[in-house]
């Protein structure tokens, strides 16, 4: 007999319209003691329950755990309940830990990891054959929501536009949010509406503390934004909406929070083209502009520290439904923009993997639907050319197309040619076991110092059948980094397994590399010796672990920015620190991204034992 208990988490951010799914956050279940308190709780609203739970809290209820598991894409979770739980049907807390929230770009530093308490649960279990089932869904209030999400430096603008007269949503128009600034104002970002006129922007405390100043002065640290708005219809460009910044200092705009909601719109005498084209608008998350661009003229993020992308990456914009009378079609070109060389339409099919589209939806039955991937491979036509068609399915026997995740590719950046002769990619493979074995503290030859490649995407769109562009949107620079270190990390040890690291990691303690001192004891001091190499290292930490009191960390990095560092007398003392064994670790930070978060860090450490 088991108990099969599946959930649903969401936050609120505005209305029904502004909700999210909460994804790969861990939802934990407790045992609740049989007690009149309990069967309080029990029967309590959620937001007589929802809190942070403590630290202290935290450390009382670890004994209770149940089970645990994670939320996938949509905020779902199922838990198995049985005879190996010891769980007999009885009522249950229910928490759930997150170390992020939905964000439109990774976080440059590093977030809290924190634990709420949402309420205790009695499910209602209903009984098929030796099983029973109970199913449970909870969406976050805003205001508690919100709160959440400030706690993460993650800020929303969701809204809706409509035609003044008819207050009927209008599709398909870009709506773009600004801040008032004493110097100069901040584009916060810009998105399209959907079929019912509805938009969200994302954002960061960065995006609008930011000054000519910055990072000496950000002068609007901690307050919000100022806000105002322009719409725009994305095709022809003309102006349907344009609000004076003097509308940010109204006191329904001035210093808002991190959620915000608002409906704008458009006056009754203009008619926007409600055609929906087809636009790339980001990498990954990342804004190409040209309103509230995230990339710098060197094709970088615009975030602090800068980010250079690596391996596949999604390239993001709005496309049609299939319902849409557009007939649309699509290409991305891409030309080296360090030499100017254009890829070809073979070279850069060879880059393109297959892809998820978006979504058929049909109906099987009065009240069945069903849900059908819509996977496209890039391929050559006739012309010898890479158009990718949108997807035109329109009712609900065959399925009606929607685009339901906004990919228009995926670029497999490692596989982008530098040369017509396609003998050169934007990838970069070291060995460093070769011809002799590289230790730690001696320098990467400059021949095996990876270097930067930068590219220019252009997305151009036309109605199937035309040749004539509908649609044209550039992204002037992206430097991509992809770089494979082969490597002996501790070749002393009689290790001879290489690994190949996406960038040169290696650490050795000068007193135990010599032969027959691996197992030897350190008395006053430990010497590092460490070699760090990649185009883009962001910082790199030396630091101890084991019983305290243990030596100062040593924090290095840019700036300068260096492509290389290493070091073989970096001499730490070891006085304070008790007979006993520690870890020297290496702690590396790149500036990568995938275009959704920052890789982690790249470690390499090393045992030993202080003796006396």
């Not at 949509?74 to 010891?86: M, T, V």
């Not at 021949?447 to 109605?463: M, N, S």
Request: hydrophobic share 40%; charged share 20%.
């Amino acid at each position: 007999m088991s108990y099969q208990f599946k959930g649903n988490l969401k936050g609120l951010l505005c209305d029904k319209y502004c909700i999210e799914a909460i994804a790969n956050v861990k939802i934990r279940l407790y045992r609740a003691a049989v007690s009149r308190e309990v069967i309080l709780q029990a029967t309590a609203a959620e937001k007589e329950t929802f809190h942070e739970v403590s630290a202290e809290e935290a450390k009382k209820k670890a004994g209770n755990l149940l089970a645990e598991t994670l939320t996938d894409a949509e905020g779902n979770f199922a838990f198995s309940l049985g005879r190996e739980s010891k769980y007999e049907g009885e009522a249950f807390e229910i928490d759930f830990e997150c170390g992020n929230v939905p964000r439109p770009k990774p976080y440059p530093g590093t977030l809290p990891t924190l634990q709420f308490h949402i309420t205790t649960l009695q499910p209602r279990w209903r009984g098929q054959e030796n099983d029973f089932f109970a199913s449970w869904e909870y969406v976050i209030p805003n205001r508690w929501w919100c709160l959440i999400r400030a706690k993460y430096d993650a800020w929303v603008i969701c809204g809706r536009v409509i035609n003044c007269k008819t207050q009927k949503p209008l599709q398909g128009l870009r709506v773009a949010a600004f801040d008032v600034d004493w110097l100069q104002d901040d584009p916060l970002g810009s998105q399209l509406t959907d079929a019912t006129g509805h938009f969200r922007i994302d954002y960061t405390m960065a995006d609008f503390s930011q000054t000519l100043l910055s990072p000496w002065l950000n002068v609007e640290w901690p307050a919000g934004p100022d806000l105002y708005f322009s719409i725009t219809e994305p095709v022809s460009g003309a102006v349907l909406l344009k609000e004076d910044r003097s509308v940010g200092h109204r006191a329904d705009r001035t210093n808002r929070g991190p959620c915000f909601c608002i409906e704008l719109c458009v006056p009754d005498d203009i008619t926007p083209n409600n055609e929906v084209p087809a636009l790339f608008e980001r990498v990954g998350a990342y804004d190409i502009g040209p309103t509230g661009a995230q990339f710098d003229a060197q094709g970088y993020t615009t975030d602090v520290p800068r980010l250079s992308f690596y391996g596949p990456l999604d390239l993001n914009g709005t496309l049609p439904s299939g319902t849409n009378s557009n007939e649309m079609e699509y290409r991305f070109r891409i030309i080296n923009a360090d030499t100017s060389y254009e890829l070809s339409a073979t070279q850069v099919l060879s880059a393109l993997l297959p892809f998820k589209i978006g979504e058929l939806l049909k109906q099987t039955g009065p009240t069945t639907w069903t849900h059908e991937a819509v996977i496209v491979t890039p391929a050559l036509n006739s012309a010898g050319e890479v158009w990718i068609p949108v997807p035109r399915g329109n009712n609900l026997t065959t399925g009606i197309f929607t685009p339901t995740n906004g990919v228009l590719a995926i670029l497999n950046t490692a596989q982008l040619a530098l040369n017509a002769a396609g003998t050169a990619f934007a990838r970069d493979n070291f060995d460093l076991t070769a011809p002799t074995v590289l230790v730690a503290g001696n320098a990467v030859p400059p021949a095996q110092r990876a270097g930067i490649h930068t590219f220019k995407i252009i997305f151009e769109a036309r109605k199937v059948g035309t040749t004539t562009l509908t649609a044209i949107n550039t992204l002037e620079k992206i430097v991509v980094s992809n770089v494979n270190y082969k490597q002996r990390r501790h070749p002393g040890w009689g290790y001879t397994g290489d690994e190949n690291i996406l960038a040169a990691a290696m650490l050795e303690i000068g007193e135990t590399t010599g032969s027959g001192h691996g197992c030897g004891g350190i008395t006053t001091t430990v010497t590092a010796q460490y070699t760090i190499a990649h185009p883009h290292i962001e910082a790199f930490t030396l630091r101890f672990e084991g019983n305290p009191v243990l030596p100062a960390s040593f924090h290095g990095g840019p700036p300068p920015a260096a492509a290389e560092y290493h070091n073989n007398s970096l001499v730490f003392s070891t006085a304070g620190m008790e007979p006993c064994a520690y870890i020297l670790w290496l702690d590396l930070q790149l500036g990568l991204t995938n275009g959704y978060q920052k890789i982690p860090l790249v470690h390499d450490h090393i045992a030993f034992c202080k003796t006396a």
